[in-house]
């Protein structure tokens, strides 16, 4: 018996010598949709109303992250869900040949989907005309991206999208689906065979990372019913059980991190939303860490990014001040335009300003709590350390 114990730890403590740092690259909601599907100005007129991305250019905004990956050469590129704008196949298509290039080039790649890429109905957004498009569904999903992530894993969840994967020797990532058909939810069977995934990982002497679409942590008060994972407590006591520290997500569109006594979670910005942003995690030799954003380099594809939040932000606060003075309402149009955006981008940066009092003498406006639970908080969610 001390014989096989001490075979095992000899194994640990080879896996933890053969490890060397690694560097992960982190985005999430993309929102893809081919151009094949769209009309410019007509996909351009509705992200200018819609909820702040982008939409229109993330064709170009994809390629310009995709040259930039072919620089930083990361080992690996995670995106934790809704690739897709709706699920679309021609999407899905046209998505997984732009991530190919980085496969190509050596950068593994490893996705989830979420609850915007399969089993939906799909449009296609025409000049004069909308049309019902080919959609994704579950089975087809996971067979169109079985060679990102859940066809070439070490172990494979039969009972959803959910799998074990190796990042590099001596670090796992643990996907879990709560989408492909289940409705946000990571199903009881899934988190069964979480036990088996994470025993393997364990006598492996590996350390893990789980990724999840949908949030383990409420990240917004404000934002609790369809952002959590339903289970999201029963999901987050077994990877706590194991020891896993730290989890990628997004679905929130806003950048920010939550954490409690033994679990990080970065939950990554819309990659359509301003300022473009990627997180880039750094793991050294000794499983510590330390994430921090990077916003892409292309100035012109960042300013058509900011127009569209702001446009959209716009089109939800104007409507609230009505009947108020013009200089009144204009400081607090500008102010709710850079909170926002701020926040979305995940820090604050000023909170000393006089259009935020004006809404803090108006708490019957709906945005003012808003506004005031933004400006509340003075960390910033775009770096944190720790150790797995």
């Known amino acids: 018996m001390k014989r096989i114990l001490s075979l095992a730890f000899f194994s640990c403590l080879l896996i933890f010598s053969l490890f060397s740092s690694v560097t992960i690259v982190h985005i999430s909601d993309i929102h893809y949709i081919s151009p094949s599907l769209y009309d410019y100005e007509r996909l351009k007129n509705l992200s200018y109303k819609g909820d702040g991305k982008a939409t229109h250019i993330e064709d170009q905004i994809l390629d310009a992250f995709i040259d930039e990956m072919l620089l930083l050469s990361p080992d690996a590129v995670v995106i934790s869900g809704d690739l897709t704008y709706n699920g679309e196949t021609e999407s899905h298509k046209d998505l997984r040949a732009k991530l ?4 190509n080039n050596g950068i593994k790649v ?50 959803s999208s959910s799998y074990l994967t190796e990042i590099s020797d001596g670090l796992y990532l643990l996907a879990l689906d709560s989408n492909n058909g289940s409705g946000g939810t990571v199903r009881q069977k899934t988190v069964t065979w979480m036990d088996s995934a994470l025993k393997k990982a364990k006598a492996d002497g590996a350390k893990v990372i789980s990724m999840t679409h ?7 008060p404000r934002y609790t019913f369809g952002y959590q994972i339903n289970n999201a407590s029963v999901v987050l006591k077994k990877l706590e059980a194991y020891g896993v520290s730290l989890n990628l997500s997004g679905h929130l569109h806003n950048q920010h991190i939550s954490t409690d006594s033994r679990m990080v979670e970065i939950a990554a910005e819309s990659f359509s939303d301003w300022p473009l942003q990627y997180g880039i995690l750094e793991i050294n030799d000794d499983f510590s ?29 104007e409507g609230k001040l009505e009947g108020m003075e013009d200089e009144t309402k204009e400081a607090m149009l500008d102010t709710a335009l850079r909170l926002n955006r701020e926040y ?36 910033d969610y775009r770096k944190v350390e720790g150790n797995l």
């Open 110 to 159: 490893f996705v989830i989907m979420g609850n915007h890429d399969t089993g939906r109905t799909s449009y296609a957004l025409y000049e004069d005309r909308v049309v019902e498009t080919p959609a994704m569904t579950a089975m087809a999903g996971e067979e169109h991206w079985l060679e990102y992530g859940y066809g070439e894993a070490i172990m494979q969840d039969p009972y």
């Open 100 to 103: 190919e290039t980085l496969k």
């Open 214 to 220: 949908q949030n383990l942590f409420v990240h917004n």
């Open 289 to 317: 860490y330390s994430y921090s954003t990077k916003e892409i380099d292309d100035e012109s594809l960042k300013s058509e990014a900011l127009r569209t939040f702001d446009l959209s932000t716009k089109s939800k606060v």
């Open 344 to 379: 979305f981008r995940g820090y604050v940066e000023d909170r000393e300003d006089p259009g935020l009092d004006l809404w803090l003498l108006r708490p019957e406006l709906s945005l003012t709590s808003y506004f005031s639970f933004i400006a509340s908080d003075n960390s």
